[in-house]
């Protein structure tokens, strides 16, 4: 997660600002919402998940901002689309992926 980056712009599209994903340890209440909210079994395209983010999307930024602190709510209001749902992808698979790597015990009692 450590290379993920999301870009700011201005209003002649020029970049602004750059934030990189922090290391964070999502707590399964913020998984759980994220599963909720863009219900990601049945999203097949981006235009689904586009509509879904822009439903929730205090939300999503709420979880965003635990991975990118120096970002603020002006910040995401300039950030291209095209660059935001591959990172908020990103973060959803990182968080499954740490999940999974939960010891679990195989020894039977």
Not at 8 to 31: C, H, M, P, Q, R
Not at 39 to 55: G, P
Not at 73 to 82: G, H, P, Y
Not at 84 to 90: A, G, H, I, K, W
């Amino acid at each position: 997660m450590n290379d993920l980056k999301i870009n700011v712009y201005d209003d002649e599209d020029n970049i602004i600002k750059t934030s990189e994903a922090k290391l964070i340890d999502l707590k399964f209440g913020v998984i759980r919402r994220l599963m909720k909210l863009l219900n990601v079994d049945n999203i097949d395209n981006s235009v689904e998940l586009l509509k879904t983010i822009y439903t929730a999307w205090e939300q999503v930024t709420k979880i965003l901002n635990s991975c990118f602190p120096d970002m603020t709510d002006d910040d995401w209001d300039n950030v291209k689309a095209a660059e935001l749902l591959p990172v908020l992808v990103s973060v959803l698979k990182y968080s499954f992926t740490q999940m999974l790597t939960i010891p679990t015990d195989k020894e039977k009692n």
